[in-house]
């Protein structure tokens, strides 16, 4: 409930301070006196968003306190809070919003917090109703949560029930797709890994192999060319397999020219000769078995050639740029190899898991739809009777149902208010004017259930648009309403306004002349005041004594109101 109310500097209020009580308090006062200044003000301390143009003609700072006491049932939406901010022991809960030309700020127990903290906690403690409110009786899932609240406790039972299987659907349904994706990417990532995986045993893989298996083909390459070379060039000494070669020659030249030496040197010339020749042919003997022997080199050449493909070829197939690129990828498709077998397990029970959770929530939902099929019954007779109270008695009120055949959290239908009025029929807002939408609106806030009503409710000059009977009726059921929670009523209807248990007078006056005109003032009144400003209200006059007569009759008769 709303206790007190200080603002400043708002609309065409300097400042005003209010303290109310529970019932029904009416706010009266000619038009441009400052009572939206007032409803402007409310609207800050409900959460709403607040522009500069809220603020008083050259004031640079403006806005509005108020103090709440707040019920243990409506704590609730606090308790996520950090503990400062919630309603102390007694349930008391303070709230400034300061507004400057560019910028606002909100505190709530004196510590500053952002607007949609303070909004998503305090939306429900007040709410306020304009002549335009009826608008909500479009929302759907507004509607639907109207008659929600008017189902059983078992209904309402197993609507929890439904949105706790349905997240838990979903939830099966994230990780089924999830897990689906993920065996897909694993499948399509490490297609080639029984291959790969075998291949690694075999290559044996680790940082800087292919440049320390590149570097031994360089020396083996070099060692065989070697080789060759020598071979060559020992082929051209001793002749091979099929030539004559050098020493062979070199013999064969000395065998002619022996006897043109001297007689006495040929002897040892000779002997020279053949052993010279003889330890030629056994150096070329002994090179060519080194050069034989090292034909072992193109065998590792070969061995080393298919290390180094085996590898290039492991990094082609993982499509990494190196060893160990290759090593994490080998882990990674070790585990994801692994997890992939057994996560087969997990896909089936998911899979039962969601089937058998959406069948519950299925079945869940169908029990919803009879529950709330009664609940819509039962508020249709309640609000037509209501109706009927308000002069609307040749309108039919329906909620009708639609199957939305798919399943959401809330159900499997949604609802649709309709009015029904002679040949007449269809959505409330095709057939109902601006005044039957609010008598409309406050036939359903009376049906619902106490735990609908926030506890304090504001109405912003509701009864705009009826008159007469209807403004009288209108204005009793405003009043009944307000024994069930705290109503501030802006009115310009003078049978209304003397229902109220209080009043509170916004006029402008000029304290230096006593003459009406100058700052808007805000006060509550009583008495012959009252009686005045309600004899105004009805005339246009305070001083007939005409509507005095009348105001104090009506004043007197909402005494009988209950």
């Not at 303070?94 to 500053?112: D, I, T, W, Y």
């Not at 030249?253 to 053949?274: C, H, K, N, W, Y």
Request: proline content about 2%.
């Amino acid at each position: 409930m709303l206790r007190d109310l200080t603002l400043w500097n708002v609309g065409g209020i300097r400042r005003a301070e209010l303290s109310f009580g529970p019932g029904l308090t009416v706010i009266t006062g000619e038009s441009g006196a400052g009572k939206s200044s007032v409803v402007r003000a409310l609207e800050l301390v409900a959460g709403k968003r607040g522009a500069g143009q809220l603020l008083r003609a050259g004031e640079e700072e403006g806005g509005a306190e108020a103090r709440f006491l707040v019920a243990e049932e409506h704590r609730s939406p606090f308790l996520e809070l950090d503990e400062a901010l919630r309603p102390d022991g007694e349930g008391e809960l303070l709230v400034r919003r300061v507004l400057r030309e560019n910028r606002s700020r909100v505190s709530l127990q004196g510590v500053q917090i952002p607007l949609a903290t303070y909004a998503l906690a305090a939306g429900g403690l007040i709410h306020i109703q304009s002549q335009f409110a009826q608008m909500e009786l479009l929302d759907e899932a507004r509607q639907l949560a109207m008659v929600d609240s008017c189902t059983s406790v078992a209904v309402q039972n197993s609507a929890a029930e439904l949105r706790r299987v349905f997240e838990r659907a979903q939830a099966s349904d994230r990780e089924l797709r999830a897990m689906t994706a993920r065996r897909t990417e694993v499948e399509r990532r490490y297609v080639n890994a029984g291959e790969v995986l075998s291949l690694v045993r075999r290559v044996g893989p680790e940082p800087g192999l292919e440049s320390r298996l590149e570097g031994e083909l360089s020396e083996l390459n070099r060692r065989i060319a070697q080789r060759e070379k020598a071979r060559i060039n020992l082929d051209r000494l001793d002749g091979g397999l099929s030539e004559q070669g050098l020493l062979n020659g070199v013999r064969g030249a000395f065998d002619s020219l022996q006897d043109i030496l001297p007689e006495e040197q040929r002897p040892e010339t000779m002997r020279a000769v053949g052993e010279g020749l003889r330890l030629l042919e056994e150096a070329v003997e002994t090179a060519r078995e080194s050069v034989e022997t090292g034909d072992g080199d193109t065998q590792e050449r070969d061995r080393v050639e298919a290390h180094l493909g085996a590898l290039r070829r492991l990094r082609r197939l993982s499509g990494t740029a190196d060893e160990e690129g290759l090593l994490a990828w080998c882990r990674d498709a070790g585990e994801s190899l692994e997890w992939l077998e057994k996560s087969y397990h997990r896909l089936e029970e998911l899979t039962r898991e969601s089937h058998g959770l959406r069948k519950q929530a299925n079945v869940l939902a169908m029990e919803l739809r009879r529950g709330r099929k009664e609940a819509a019954s039962a508020l249709e007779s309640r609000v037509n009777a209501l109706l009927a109270d308000l002069a609307m008695g040749e309108n039919t009120f329906e909620v009708c149902f639609r199957d939305l055949n798919k399943l959401r959290r809330s159900g499997a239908d949604e609802v649709e208010f309709t009015l029904r009025s002679g040949q007449r029929a269809g959505r409330v807002d095709k057939v109902a004017s601006g005044g039957e939408l609010s008598r409309l609106l406050l036939a359903l806030q009376l049906s619902l259930s106490d735990e609908w009503l926030p506890p304090t409710l504001v109405f912003d000059e509701v009864e705009a648009g009826l008159g007469g009977k209807a403004a009288v009726l209108a204005g009793r059921k405003l009043k009944e309403l307000s024994r069930r929670c705290q109503v501030l009523l802006v009115t310009h209807e003078a049978s209304i306004a003397a229902l109220g248990d209080a009043h509170i007078l916004i006029q402008r006056f000029d304290a230096r002349s006593g003459l009406p005109g100058g700052e808007s003032q805000v006060r509550f009144i009583d008495g012959e005041e009252r009686v005045r400003e309600i004899a105004r209200m009805l005339s246009g006059s305070p001083d007939l004594e005409e509507a005095q007569k009348h105001a104090r009759t009506l004043l007197e008769a909402q005494r009988q109101v209950v």
